[in-house]
């Protein structure tokens, strides 16, 4: 079993930059895939980023792509960070491990983040 814990949300402005982290109770370099989703308010959860066990592949979702990366760290940190921040990334923000196929076997409790205008 894999736990994930986020961190990093709040309450900020546009424009603003953030960075989200993701620790596993585990190791995960060189042995999990990871990935970034958000669910905005009503709206159905989407995928934002992933990055290869190993980190030398990463994948942002073109709605994001330029604002958007992913990283991680050599043993159980995945990051997300996030430039020019919009009302429209306002959501709540899941890191997810172990990806099959276009599924991930674990996931975080999620960590809120909410971007005023």
């Known amino acids: 079993q894999v736990r994930l814990k986020e961190s990093g949300g709040g309450f900020l402005q546009a424009g603003d930059s953030l960075s989200l982290s993701c620790v596993a109770s585990v190791r995960t370099f060189l042995i999990y895939d990871m990935g970034w989703f958000r669910q905005p308010p009503g709206k159905d959860r989407e995928f934002v980023a992933s990055i290869t066990k190993n980190g030398d592949g990463a994948d942002v979702a073109d709605s994001v792509k330029g604002r958007f990366s992913i990283s991680r760290d050599y043993v159980n940190t995945t990051y997300l960070e996030i430039h020019n921040l919009k009302p429209e990334d306002t959501a709540t923000y899941y890191c997810?491990?172990?990806?099959?196929?276009?599924?991930?076997?674990?996931w975080g409790q999620g960590a809120q983040v909410t971007v005023s205008s």
């Open positions: 997810a491990a172990d990806r099959v196929g276009a599924r991930f076997n674990y």
